[in-house]
């Protein structure tokens, strides 16, 4: 397979699941863009798999096309076509009448949809929906080798190992390699005489750490990141103490064995989602010259 074709199946596969995290939501609007989304990551696939079998596109193609453009060509007959039908009629009765889908429906397809991803890919590409890594969105090659080797280490057993590695990715992206990501800055922690440390040191530091948690919050909002999901991975993982020299040391606040693979799915997305608009906002850093 192209690596251009495999990026767009990567691409869909990140939109059908920002369409199931819609879905979280209870209220009618975050269903209906819930449904436009799993119907536009259904055709980003279908295009992606007929590019990938050389079969031509028509110029004026519908959304149903798929199934008879699948069987002109001679391939096994495309499954999942009945309620995919379903989908894209409820999509019409949104986009084009203005009647908002029901709800019950509308939960009920998703299952279905990645029910139609893992087939096509299955049968036309050889490849498992598991497979399909949203990390290869990831345009920093030591972010994504450490997000891929954080999953191999959490399914292997060593969650706190994984959990490391999903922290230092965080500090990578918000301070990378030769650019800047430009930002908001802590002021640093002043230095004291013994004394006077002893007296004040404590609650400085407490201040210190406030103050560089505010920073890292604003610049996340800044890039369109959920504060809430940022301090939820900053709650959940380990802190990492960073020196100069670039080395860290690790606190630990919990044995972490609670942590399950659906959250450490969503602790990855995080950073998934985090690094790609940051991507965009890196400025070259002019001491690297």
């Known amino acids: 397979m192209l690596p251009d074709i495999l990026r767009r199946i990567v691409s869909a596969k990140y939109v059908l699941q920002r369409a199931s995290k ?9 269903l209906s863009i819930s449904l436009l989304l799993m119907h536009d990551a259904i055709e980003m696939l279908m295009i992606a798999v007929l590019d990938h079998l050389k079969i031509s596109v028509r110029p004026k193609r519908e959304f149903m096309d798929f199934w008879s ?30 009647n908002p889908p029901n709800p019950k429906q509308v939960r009920e397809l998703m299952p279905r949809t990645r029910g139609f991803f893992e087939n096509v890919l299955s049968t036309y590409c050889q490849i498992s929906y598991e497979d399909v890594s949203l990390i290869d969105l990831v345009p920093d090659q030591e972010v994504r080798d450490l997000l891929k080797e954080s999953r191999e280490k959490f399914l292997s057993g060593k969650i706190v190992d994984s959990l490391i590695d999903l922290k230092i990715a965080l500090h990578k992206i918000e301070n990378p390699s030769a650019k800047v990501l430009p930002k908001l800055q802590a002021p640093s922690k002043p230095s004291l005489s013994g004394e006077l440390n002893r007296v004040v040191g404590p609650y400085l ?10 920073a890292s919050k604003t610049n996340a909002i800044a890039l369109g990141i959920d504060p809430i999901r940022y301090a939820y991975f900053v709650r959940s993982t380990p802190t990492l103490l960073w020196t100069m020299a670039g080395t860290y040391q690790a606190q630990l606040w919990g044995t972490y064995d609670q ?17 790609l608009p940051a991507e965009e906002a890196y400025v070259t850093d002019p001491q690297s010259n």
């Open 22 to 30: 819609m879905q979280d939501e209870s209220s009618e609007i975050s």
């Open 205 to 214: 530091n407490q201040l210190h750490t406030f103050l560089a948690q505010v």
């Open 69 to 98: 453009e699948i069987k002109q060509a001679g391939y096994p007959d495309a499954p999942d076509s009945i309620p995919m039908r379903s989908l894209n009629m409820l999509r019409v009765g949104l986009k084009h009448n203005g």
């Open 259 to 275: 942590v399950t693979l659906d959250d450490y799915e969503e602790l990855s997305l995080f950073l998934i989602e985090y690094a």
